[in-house]
């Protein structure tokens, strides 16, 4: 049998991953998703560690807070009217306006919706007249209330709704296939498979 090594073992240094680490500091899974995210290895490893050690303060630095308290404070790289994303430290990304809420009030209870009580998706303002906690059912009210639906554009601009996403969601994991759900609903396989995988209306909880 071949001697072993005494050698202590090394580990990913991803914030939350135990996996054995590469000659790169990091292990296999994390050096593609290194690559794919950000090309350039040092910075991207440079994120990964900045983010560990103060995501906060790396996030509220992204937030726009010049209007003041009462103000909209909109993500800095959102598009008018889209949702902003970023990603939680050693997890995947999330939009903008939950990671805000979570940050000033904590942890979001199970099934609880962030709805924009001042009906601006880019906004990350966690004061009162801006963000709030609401069920499913609520934050669609809340939608539907407004005109929009969860990627803020006007419905007559979608075949879609809350409703009926979460059909398209349930059927499909019941094994229909992603082609019968597009026809029955009037849009394209790819689309019905973004929303499956939540790459579309990624807000709307099953």
């Known amino acids: ?14 914030p939350g991953c135990g996996r054995k680490h590469n000659s790169q500091g990091l292990c296999a899974a994390h050096v593609n998703m ?11 490893l440079r994120k990964v560690r900045s983010h560990s050690v103060d995501f906060a303060q790396w996030f509220w630095s992204n937030v726009d807070q010049s ?30 306006h939950r990671i805000a809420y979570e940050l000033a009030h904590g942890p979001i209870p199970e099934g609880m919706f962030v709805c924009h009580e001042c009906d601006n998706p880019p906004c990350c303002n966690p004061g009162p007249g801006h963000l ?5 059912r609520e934050n669609i009210a809340d939608m539907v209330a407004k005109g929009r639906n969860a990627h803020g ?27 019968a759900l597009g026809r029955e609903f009037g849009v394209c396989r790819v689309n019905v498979t973004r929303v499956v995988g939540r790459r579309l209306w990624a807000q709307v909880a099953d």
């Open 1 to 14: 049998m071949p001697p072993t090594s005494n050698a202590p073992k090394r580990f990913c240094s991803f």
């Open 34 to 44: 290194r690559n794919r995210t950000n090309g350039a290895p040092l910075t991207a």
């Open 67 to 96: 209007g003041g308290p009462t103000a909209c404070w909109p993500w800095a790289t959102a598009k008018p009217g889209k949702y902003g994303t970023a990603r939680w430290p050693g997890s995947r990304n999330d939009v903008t």
């Open 132 to 136: 709030f906690l609401g069920t499913n």
């Open 153 to 179: 554009n006007a419905y007559p601009q979608t075949k879609l709704t809350p409703e009926v996403v979460v059909e398209i969601r349930r059927r499909a994991a019941a094994g229909e296939t992603h082609d």
